[in-house]
């Protein structure tokens, strides 16, 4: 029927609704002939219509003569005018309101310019009603047939969509101009995977009005009645600068509702005509960091980073990786990536060897706590900045195994540094953690240590150490994020130590971008990222539920399992005697921390011994001695002693 409608309407308009305009049947140039031909009837026909409905359906005599005299002129105006705006290469496929405003203001400076010529070769005057009302006529017809196709097939689109199946009810939050080219997106999709109710949008304004043909609902606020009352399985938000703040909102008002999420990235909002379905992605808890998100000056980075040889230690891991990947894109002279995960290490290099062919990259495997190992690495390779992203992080691990945290932890950083230190390294950047202040883990008073150690070795060394201290980075590898995603896609539960846990997040190229912004440009020893407010980690867990469409404690449970060794409720990025901070930056600041005692090195040499023996008591005991606000959860028993066997039969071959 849709069709049959279209083809009545514009011959060769009966193709497929899904090719639209892009295939029509008849050339451009016999289109355009066939729709002048359409302006000119209805320009005539508008004319005599206009005379009737003036003179209550009787055509006067007198001015029979005059209206045919006329028509020529108002004909050719009419046309020319059209013409000139364009109008004669319609789309019938992609017209929309400034099209409707083009064909208005083209009728209207016809009339003008039909009364002119008229007034200046002192033609005898048409009845100014007869003029407005032609101009009435004409502009509504001219305006119905080229509106009427695309009419026709929204309705028959919607039709097939809201009969699919797997379409989805969706709504759209944000009436403004972003959700206004994404539902014309939408609506120009015929095989979209969402069938658009309506739109949402706090603006008083546009409360009752519709877009495109679909209403505005109602306020934001109002979505988890909307949602109910129209069956909305699909929430779109369409306002690609919308805060955190408001996003967590929306959430927190649809947690009861089974609606899945996707938004337009704030990246995006730059493209202005150009915001498309493809555009569209899953909200991530990415989008729920209580902060704005943090732009680099990419330009000093390439100043930076271009024409020097950089060296990454724990290259495959999650923040190693991440620094190779951003200064790879800023022309270093070499790479070097050391690890001892081969296989992660051979996927990176085989994808930055791909994305920069011409850039030197080399990848070693090898263990941070061999020095010898280090020290002809360095050699070889003499880099100008030393990257140390090599470490054990996982907290209750470390609690199990703290010899391990120690050895590769601080005594693997002290043969980083020390390589670095021996082969002229410029600068010397070590990845710390929130973990480090206040201690309550091995893990953490490992890393206060590898602090404590670079600040040692800049006493004596031409290079510039520098540790920057960060909290969790969202995505990380072994982190609460992944942990979570994989728990909801088993169906639960989700497992959160304790309702008032928080913690300090950055996105992983967020982090990086600051940590070389703030290691290779000469700020202090110590760099604290301002990350922001800290996050909730059980209101985490709720709103990444509910972006999966499910409904917290109904479809997936939330388990609180207790805090486990090591773990605090809160974690701070500044102690006591570091707390006299300065701004450098945007989201970076440089603190003094106090120099390691006068016996640093008889007590780390205590530590290291207690460590190789595997004596985790004494490791416990030798951390308390060298971090006074360490607190170890749980103090170990003295290990019993091994009974030598004197008598034990020999198993050699007889």
Known sequence: ???????????????????????????????????????????????????????????????????????????????????????????????????????????????????????????????????????????????????????????????RRSRARGTRRTIIVGAGSAGDLLLRDLLRTPDGPWHVIGMVDDDPGKLGTSLSGKPVLGAIDALPELVTKHRVSQVLIAIPRLSPDRIRHILGLCKHQSVSFKIIPASFAWLDQKITAAMLHDLSPEDLLPRDAIAFDQEEIHRLVSGRRILVTGGAGSIGSEIARQVAGHAPASLVLVDINENELYLLVRQLQERYPLLPVSSIVADIRDLDRLMRIGLEHAPHYVFHAAAHKHVPLMEDSPEEAIKNNVFGTRNVASMADACGAERFVLISTDKAVHPSSVMGASKRLAEMVIRDIARHSRTAFTAVRFGNVLGSAGSVVPLFKQQIQRGGPVTVTHPDCTRYFMTIPEAVGLVVMAGLSGYGELCILDMGAPVRIAELAANMITMAGLVPNKDISIVYTGLRPGEKLEETLLSEEEELTQQVRNRIKVAQSPLPPPDFHARLDRLGRAAQDGDVLGVKLALCGLIPTYTPSKLPLPAPKVREVTNAPSYAAS
């Open 1 to 159: 029927m849709a069709q049959g409608v279209l083809g009545d309407v514009l011959p060769g308009a009966d193709r497929s609704f899904e090719q639209g305009d892009r295939n029509p049947r008849y050339s451009p140039h016999l289109r355009s002939l066939i729709v002048l031909l359409l302006d000119a009837a209805i320009t005539v026909g508008a004319l005599f219509c206009a005379v009737l409905v003036r003179f209550d359906g009787v055509m006067p005599e007198q001015w029979q003569a005059a209206i045919e005299h006329r028509l020529p002129l108002l004909l050719t105006i009419r046309l020319a005018t059209l013409i000139w705006f364009g109008l004669h290469r319609w789309s019938f496929h992609d017209c929309g309101l400034s099209e409707a405003g083009r064909l208005v203001l083209a009728n209207v400076i016809g009339t003008v310019v039909f009364e002119a010529t008229r007034s200046f070769f002192f033609f005898e005057p048409l009845p100014r009603s007869v003029i407005a009302i032609e101009f009435f006529f004409t502009t509504t017809l001219m305006g119905v047939y080229r509106f009427a196709p695309r009419m026709a097939r929204q309705w028959y689109l919607d039709q």
